[in-house]
């Protein structure tokens, strides 16, 4: 029986696990930053470009297929979903899906959808100058608003604003992570969440629901997840009632989707969603909580092989992120300790004596993880704080902090 040979466009990484478990071939397309020797040793055809250059890709895609033909083009990285959906078109190959891509990778065409539908309503305006957003903002009676690039990711240029001076100074923000116009929408109050869906030709199946925990305001960015999330039946119904009914709109096909969303006085109201497994290790909590391995799945669904079998291995599990900023770090202790106390799977710690950290600006400026399991939800969170408390970091304010 012939090997089954799959095109990855970007891997975070994770991936390789999965296909060599199924005894797939892989071919790979990868940016300079996450270039690795084992990506290299291993894949059967390996190119290292910006696979946001659409040419280039299809190029090299057409090349290698020529001679070593595809059966699946798979990503899950933000910026790889639309070109490996416009490879499986263009091939004519398992993996296109392409109209949930462009539907949730540009955050105003989201908004746009759900207007028409009437679903999840939250008031927003696509902006090419301040004074537009200062007008949105006073239409709002001068309610708070959140300013984020289109199309961005990583929780990069999100920022609140709840006056007008900060809308002006924090425009300034935003701008800095995007070239084009910003959107602007209303702020949603309330508990965070994500929801990890998958869906097989077009039918929608509700993986977990996860409790999130951002940074203070004005930014938003992510420093810890616990599965499952701590919600009535009712509640647990309607958050899943809106993905699902979400997913069929934006016509999602094959794969995951990771949305996020805020439980308001309203009921609950989508932010935003990605078609890829949820980052930040949620891919790997709702795996050992669930059974679902998403991207496991992803490639047996496109290539036609037997879904594996689920079988969760913890009750719950949690996470916490190493956060610091704006600091130096004058020594570390505890690592040791703390990565053998209760409940911890794993632990990653970049922290060490002599560096020198700046405004944690988006997820990739962390420093590291403690994952934890528990009996339940309570408990796999006091074990992952337990465990990154443990790591006793002294550090002194940088000399040119902002206050």
């Not at 296909?19 to 894949?43: C, H, T």
């Not at 116009?181 to 929801?195: I, R, Y």
């Not at 629901?209 to 119904?237: I, N, S, Y």
């Not at 990653?348 to 962390?366: D, H, I, K, M, N």
């Amino acid at each position: 029986m012939t090997q089954k040979h799959v095109l990855l466009v970007g891997a975070p990484g994770m991936e390789l696990d999965k296909l060599e478990k199924l005894g797939l071939r892989y071919s790979m397309m990868q940016i300079p930053e996450r270039v690795s020797e084992r990506q290299f040793v291993n894949a059967s055809h390996y190119a290292v470009l910006d696979y946001r250059n659409l040419d280039e890709v299809l190029a090299v895609a057409r090349a290698w297929h020529s001679i070593d033909p595809f059966d699946a083009v798979v990503s899950f990285t933000e910026y790889g979903l639309y070109p490996a959906s416009q490879c499986a078109r263009a091939l004519g190959i398992p993996g296109d899906n392409l109209t949930a891509v462009e539907l949730t990778r540009d955050k105003t065409r989201t908004r746009e959808l759900l207007d028409r539908h009437g679903l999840s309503p939250v008031r927003h305006r696509l902006c090419g100058r301040p004074d537009e957003a200062l007008q949105f903002m006073r239409k709002l009676d001068g309610a708070s608003v959140v300013l984020k690039p289109r199309d961005g990711g990583l929780s990069e240029g999100v920022f609140l604003a709840e006056t007008e001076e900060e809308l002006a100074e924090r425009w300034e923000w935003t701008r800095q992570a995007t070239e084009g116009p910003v959107l602007v929408e209303e702020f949603l109050t309330g508990p965070e969440f994500s929801v990890e869906s998958f869906s097989a030709g077009g039918q929608h199946e509700i993986a977990a629901v996860t409790e999130k925990l951002t940074t203070r305001l004005p930014r938003f960015v992510e420093t810890g997840h616990q599965v499952p999330a701590r919600l009535d039946d009712a509640t647990r119904a309607a958050i899943e009632g809106l993905v699902t009914d979400f997913l069929t709109l934006i016509e999602q096909q094959d794969g995951p989707v990771h949305t996020e969303l805020r439980l308001t006085a309203a009921g609950p109201r989508l932010i935003e969603a990605q078609t890829r497994a949820g980052g930040d290790q949620i891919w790997e909590l709702c795996e050992m909580v669930s059974g679902v391995d998403l991207m496991t799945e992803t490639f047996t669904t496109l290539l036609g092989l037997p879904r594996p079998r689920r079988t969760p291995t913890a009750a719950a599990a949690a996470i916490r992120f190493f956060s610091y900023e704006d600091v130096r770090i004058l020594d570390v202790e505890g690592v040791a300790e703390a990565g053998k106390a209760a409940g911890v799977v794993r632990l990653q710690c970049e922290l060490e004596a002599g560096q020198e950290l700046g405004g944690l600006t988006s997820s990739t400026a962390r420093q590291g993880y403690v994952l934890c399991t528990g009996e339940d939800t309570d408990r796999a969170v006091a074990n992952a704080e337990r465990a990154r408390d443990l790591v006793r970091v002294k550090t002194e304010p940088l000399a040119d902090t902002p206050a």
